[in-house]
């Protein structure tokens, strides 16, 4: 509020001419204070629709975030299932591999076995023919030199 000392006492009460000029101030007054917080309205508000702009740019923001955070999910969750999947493929491919060397392996052990007692027959057989060949020519000779 402003202060006004030249209000005059006159017969009456004050002067009127006084009294309308105090008026007229106030109102100059009070409108100056009216424009002034019209003013500071129109900004908080031109403010306020900047953040409810910002606002919802920030919950699209955050729903796409959200959106793709869930596919990211999905698509890390499928890769670790697929991952899963052919890990337990390569596994049986491997135990799979495994049995059948096992069994070639016991198979050419058999086979081995199998062999050698052949060559070990056969070998025996093969001496005891050589020493009955040595019998005989350790026979021959003696009758050859007998003679």
């Known amino acids: 509020m402003i202060a ?3 209000l005059k006492k006159v017969l009456f ?3 009127k001419k006084d009294v309308i000029k105090y008026i007229e101030l ?3 007054d009070l409108n100056t204070h009216i424009h002034e917080k019209d003013r500071q309205v129109i900004e908080i508000l031109m403010q306020n629709n900047a953040l409810m702009k910002r606002l919802e740019q920030l919950n699209k923001n955050q729903d796409e975030i959200v959106h793709t955070l869930v596919h990211a999910r999905n698509a890390a969750d499928k ?3 697929d991952a899963r999947k052919q890990a ?3 596994l049986k491919d491997v135990i799979s591999e495994k049995e059948i060397q096992t069994q070639q392996y016991e198979q050419c052990k058999e086979e081995f076995e199998k062999f050698k007692k052949a060559v070990t027959k056969t070998s025996k057989k093969f001496i005891k ?3 009955s060949i040595k019998n005989d020519c350790d026979e021959a000779y003696k009758i ?3 003679r």
Do not use: R, V
Request: without cysteine; proline residues 0%.
């Open 4 to 6: 006004f000392k030249g």
């Open 13 to 15: 009460g004050y002067s």
């Open 26 to 28: 106030l109102n100059e």
């Open 79 to 81: 890769i670790i299932t």
């Open 88 to 90: 337990d493929n390569i």
């Open 129 to 131: 023919q050589a020493e």
């Open 144 to 146: 050859n030199q007998g």
